[in-house]
Structure formats: C-alpha cells, structure tokens
C-alpha cells in the first residue's frame, strides 16, 4: 500500500504522520512548532521527528504539507500570519533539499485546503460534487472540492470564506472591513460576544468560571455553561449559530453544494451550534437551493490537517 509522510504546520504545534492510501495513521507524532528561527527551524523540527517515527523516508511515496497561510501551486508560502520570521518562503525547496526528496513528490497546501479534502476522500464529505467546507478555529477558513479537486482560484487563495460580510454594522476585521463572519464565528469572536453580553449579566455563571481572569473565558468554557442553562451562554452560541448559518446560506447560493461540512474545534459544539445554523441556513438560502444541500460535522478534528495533506497527495499521485 502507499503511504506519505505528512505534516500538518501550525502555528503552536507541528503534526507528523506516516499515513496509508485507505486514510489509516500508521505512526504519528505531535511537535512543538519552534518558536523562531524561521522555516530553517521548522524544517529541521520535521527531519527530527521523522527520524523519531523510524522510517525510510526514501521508501515513501510522497510527502505532504498544510500551511497554516497562503501557499501557491509552486509550494511558496505567503507571510503566514501565525508562523513568525517566514515571511515569503519556498517551503517545497527546503523540504525537498532536507530530505533528498525530488520536488515532484512533495505537495503543499492550505491547512483550510487540507481539511476540505481529508473529508471529501475518507470523512463525511466522500464523494460530494461540489463539497465545500468551512473551518471554525482562530480563524474561519474554508475549501470548495469540485469535481474532486481543491477550487484554487487562479494563485491558489481561494476559500476565504470568513471575509464574508454578513453585518456592516458590526466589528472591525483583522482584514480591514467590517463585519466579516470571522469576527463572530471564531474562538476570539465567541469569546468577545460573551464578553459584551456578560456587561448586562452579572448573575452568569460564566464569571464563576473565568476565576477572575477574562483570558480564562473560551468557547469551552461558554459550551459548558450552556449546557448548565445559562442564559447569557446561550445567547452567545445563538448568536454565533446565526452568523453562522448566514454564511452558510452565502455558500449554498453560490455553490448549490451536495453537502457542506463544518469542521474545526468550534464545531465540536456539535448540534447545539450546527441545528440552529442550519435552520438559519435553509431559511435564508433560496428556496429552490435551500433543500439541495446537506449540511454535516467533520469527521476529523484535531488530525483534519495531517490527514488532509495525505488525502491531497495521494489525489496528486493518482493524477500523475
Ligand atoms: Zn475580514
């Protein structure tokens, strides 16, 4: 059976695997992504974790890379925001130069990217034409699979879903704009909407649980409490279920997706955020497009990306 050594490059933790044709982790080991030193430092962390793993990297049959940033079709990488002293990088060069590994057998995209294809070849997206995915974490990022390949647009960037204005009178986007979906249904939107909410709520149980410190309030921490009845937390998530059931009416009128697939940490809030988005979603969308669609939960979370970067080179390697 194939296999492909993949690593999943984030912010905070680097993910390394060997990974198999049929989408089984056959070995895996979670890094720490190196804190500076640039992609010197990063590439050097990989070469040291693939020899923790003990295989011939000669022996595999690709490798493959998610970027948490912009990457174009060459393996370049663009100023990754979470990834300090990249700047503009030729990943595929240095991975190819580290390991002996001709450039044709290295295959790198976006982690959103990576995440959209681990569910259209082995999770709850297989098979759908189109399929398109929307990621909830730090950031809200997404993927559109038509005809099985990643819709790049012409450089690669495409899928910028979380700069999707749903609300010009709301708050200023780390892009620019105002309003953006990525201002709400994000780890740091939840977060500031409890925090706007808790000003008129002094009874939540939400400040029992922040011990004093607002840095102690996450999305968590607002499930929690929700489940536990409180108002305020649940105002919260309704809130977010609308932002984000808007946006998801946004991509079922422009794609006319087979399904949709919500992935990423803040979707394991799990039917309390998705039932009401979708709702929202099927309420907004047009009426003869409303119903086309299915709307579903990743299979994979936490290893979205380094299954994800298997699933798109192996998708590379059957095209050669
Ligand atoms: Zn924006």
């Known amino acids: 059976m194939k296999q492909v050594f993949a690593i999943d490059i984030g912010g905070t933790n680097t993910k390394t695997g060997l990974i198999d044709?049929?989408?089984?982790?056959?070995?895996?080991?979670e890094i720490d992504t190196p804190k500076s030193g640039g992609v010197e430092a990063e590439v050097?962390?990989?070469?040291?974790?693939?020899?923790?793993?003990?295989?011939?990297?000669a022996a595999v049959d690709a490798i493959g890379i998610g970027v948490p940033g912009p990457v174009d079709c060459d393996g370049v990488v663009y100023n990754p925001p979470n990834l300090k002293g990249w700047g503009e990088v030729h990943l595929r060069k240095y991975i190819s130069e580290c390991f002996?590994?001709?450039?044709?057998?290295?295959?790198?995209?976006s982690d959103a990217t990576m995440a959209a294809l681990a569910e259209f070849r082995y999770g709850h997206g297989k098979g759908a034409n189109p399929m398109v995915?929307?990621?909830?974490?730090?950031?809200?990022?997404?993927?559109?699979?038509?005809?099985?390949?990643?819709m790049g647009?012409?450089?690669?960037?495409?899928?910028?879903?979380?700069?999707?204005v749903i609300d010009p009178q709301g708050y200023r986007c780390g892009c620019g704009r105002i309003g953006c979906?990525?201002?709400?249904?994000?780890?740091?939107?939840?977060?500031?909407t409890a925090l706007e909410l808790l000003k008129k709520d002094?009874?939540?149980?939400?400040?029992?649980?922040?011990e004093g410190s607002f840095d102690q309030l996450t999305p968590k921490s607002v499930q929690e409490a929700a489940d536990l009845g409180d108002p305020t937390a649940n105002k919260t998530l309704e809130i977010t279920a609308a932002a984000l059931g808007q946006l998801l009416a946004n991509l079922i009128n422009t794609f006319n997706p087979e399904k949709i697939v919500v992935g990423g940490g803040i979707s394991l809030w799990?039917?309390?955020?998705?039932?009401?988005?979708?709702?929202?979603?099927?309420?907004?969308?047009?009426?003869?497009?409303?119903?086309?669609?299915?709307?579903?939960?990743?299979?994979?979370?936490?290893?979205?990306?380094?299954?994800?970067?298997?699933a798109n080179a192996f998708a590379c390697l059957e095209r050669v």
């Open 21 to 29: 044709s049929d989408g089984a982790i056959v070995s895996f080991l």
């Open 44 to 57: 050097g962390a990989i070469k040291q974790a693939q020899e923790s793993l003990k295989f011939d990297i």
């Open 100 to 109: 002996g590994i001709g450039r044709e057998k290295i295959f790198i995209g």
């Open 133 to 150: 995915m929307v990621t909830l974490g730090t950031g809200l990022g997404g993927g559109v699979i038509i005809d099985g390949r990643p």
């Open 153 to 164: 647009g012409k450089n690669g960037f495409a899928g910028e879903f979380g700069h999707t």
């Open 181 to 192: 979906v990525e201002t709400i249904v994000t780890h740091k939107g939840i977060v500031r």
């Open 202 to 210: 002094k009874g939540s149980l939400l400040w029992g649980m922040m």
């Open 270 to 310: 799990g039917d309390k955020l998705l039932e009401p988005a979708k709702k929202i979603a099927h309420k907004n969308a047009l009426k003869h497009l409303a119903k086309q669609t299915e709307i579903v939960r990743a299979k994979y979370v936490k290893k979205a990306g380094v299954i994800g970067a298997a």
